[in-house]
C-alpha cells in the first residue's frame, strides 16, 4: 500500500478527483493546507481523511514554513507527496527533500505558460489549443519530468472561465492517472523526461486514462 500526502491551498477539486479514483494499493494519508479557510479540507475530513493546516502566515520566512510543512508531511511518512492547487513556492531543499516522489498540476501545456494566470495568457496569445500538465517538481517554478498532459482546444467565444473550466474537467482526469501510474511503479525519470511503462495510448497517440472503476465515479 502507496501512502499519499495531498497539499492544497483552496477548492481542491483535483484532490476530490484523487480521492474519488479511488486507486488501488493507495492510500489517501492525509491532506494538508497552507491555509486555514481552504474549502477543499471539508471535503478531506468528511471523506475520513487526516487534515491539518500549517499556515504559512505563521512563520517569519520560507524556510520555516518549509520545514514546518515537511514535518506535517513526514508524520504521514508518504511515498507520493501531490501538489493539488497548493499556492505556495517551495524553496529548493522542500523540493530536493521530495525529489522523485512529488507531483504537481499546472494549468497549461507547458513549458507553455509557466506561472499564474495561464487561461488568460493562453487567450491573449491566441493559441488554438491550450490545457494541463502533470509533471514531477524540480526547483524551478512550474518545470520537471512530464508525466501527462491533456489538450483541449481554444473555442471563438471563449472567455477565461469557459476556457478553465474546460482544462479542469481534463485536469480531474489525468492528475488520477499520473498518481495511478505511480502507485503501479510504471513511471521512470530518465532525465528530464518520464517513461511510463505499459502507457496506453490510442490509435490517434493519445494516451487514454484508466476509466475509474469506483461506483459513481468516472473522472
Ligand atoms: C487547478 O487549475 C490547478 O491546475 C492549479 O490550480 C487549480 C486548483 O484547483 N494549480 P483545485 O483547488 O484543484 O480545484
Redesign the pocket.
Known sequence: MKSIVIL????????EAIVRAAIPGARIAAVISNRPDAS?LAFAAAHGIATSVVDHKAFADREAFDAALAEAIDAHRPDLVVL??FMRVLGDGFVRRYEGRLM????SLLPAFPGLHTHRRALRAGVRVHG?TVHFVTPALDSGPMVIQAVVPVLPGDDEAAL?AR??AQ?HRIYPQAVRWFVEDRLTIAGEQVRVRDEAASAAGWTVPALDPSPGGGC
Not at 504537481?104 to 494549468?107: A, C, D, K, S, T
Open positions: 492544497i491551498s483552496g477548492r481542491g477539486s483535483n484532490m477543499g493539488a492547487g504537481n498540476i499546472h494549468p494541463a478553465a482544462v479542469l485536469e
